[in-house]
């Protein structure tokens, strides 16, 4: 009898055991794949804003500074001023708009652009398509004038979305909060709009 029990203690025992080590492997490999999600999530996010939200928002800020200058170029009796416009404009704001242009179309895919922000990318790109050829041709009218409007919501929804964005990267890396970003003008429109 007393063999009896000890075979099972021990099978009892091994068992137990056994049955430990298969709860904690499956709790330890639910904790790595949660991890790795965490990674990836974290990862990505990076991307999102390394890679297109903070560059297009610097950009459009960028833009919103400049375009305060370039009223200097409508004055015709001014010629520093006017000058001084016109290089602003080919020397600093078409390369901005180019260099938004190259992010929008190298990185859309980080933006998951969505029924409120595709429309507003696009309007964008055409905007500043109808620009450059204006200036390819020797035109100084505004785009807007030649029927192609500046996209309104554009900044504010690209300031709004970093700001989002940067608080979701925040919270999964437990760095804290981020301040609210700052937005220049009514609504962070265009000092022209």
Same mark, same amino acid.
């Not at 429309?119 to 109808?130: D, T």
């Given at each position: 009898?007393a063999?009896a029990?000890?075979?099972t203690?021990?099978?009892?025992?091994a068992?137990?055991?056994l049955? +430990?080590s298969a709860?904690?492997l499956?709790w330890?490999r639910?904790?790595? #794949?949660?991890t790795l $999600?965490?990674?990836?999530?974290? #990862?990505f996010v990076? !991307? !999102?804003?390394?890679?297109?939200?903070?560059?297009?928002y610097?950009?459009l800020? +960028?833009?919103?500074?400049i375009?305060?200058?370039?009223?200097?170029?409508?004055?015709?009796?001014?010629?520093?001023?006017?000058?001084?416009?016109?290089?602003?404009?080919?020397?600093?704001?078409?390369?901005?708009h180019?260099?938004?242009?190259?992010?929008?179309e190298?990185?859309?895919?980080? #933006?998951?652009?969505?029924?409120e922000?595709?429309?507003?990318?696009?309007?964008?790109?055409?905007?500043?398509?109808?620009?450059?050829?204006?200036?390819?041709c020797?035109?100084?009218?505004?785009?807007?004038?030649? $029927?192609e409007?500046w996209?309104?919501?554009?900044?504010p929804?690209?300031?709004?979305?970093?700001?989002?964005?940067?608080r979701r990267?925040? !919270?999964?890396?437990? #760095?804290?909060?981020?301040? +609210?970003?700052?937005?220049? $003008? +009514?609504a962070? !429109?265009?000092?022209?709009d």
């Amino acid at each position: 009898m007393a063999d009896a029990f000890s075979v099972t203690t021990a099978l009892a025992a091994a068992l137990g055991f056994l049955g +430990k080590s298969a709860w904690d492997l499956y709790w330890r490999r639910k904790e790595e #794949a949660r991890t790795l $999600g965490t990674q990836k999530s974290i #990862a990505f996010v990076e !991307q !999102q804003l390394s890679r297109f939200f903070w560059p297009v928002y610097l950009r459009l800020q +960028k833009d919103n500074t400049i375009w305060e200058k370039l009223s200097d170029r409508e004055h015709p009796t001014d010629e520093a001023r006017r000058r001084v416009g016109e290089r602003i404009e080919s020397g600093v704001l078409l390369p901005n708009h180019d260099a938004i242009v190259r992010i929008i179309e190298e990185n859309i895919h980080l #933006a998951l652009p969505d029924p409120e922000l595709e429309p507003l990318l696009l309007q964008y790109l055409r905007h500043v398509a109808v620009y450059r050829t204006l200036r390819e041709c020797g035109l100084e009218m505004d785009p807007i004038a030649a $029927g192609e409007p500046w996209p309104k919501g554009l900044f504010p929804m690209v300031a709004e979305r970093t700001q989002a964005l940067q608080r979701r990267y925040s !919270q999964l890396t437990c #760095a804290g909060s981020n301040p +609210k970003m700052p937005q220049r $003008g +009514k609504a962070g !429109q265009r000092a022209h709009d």
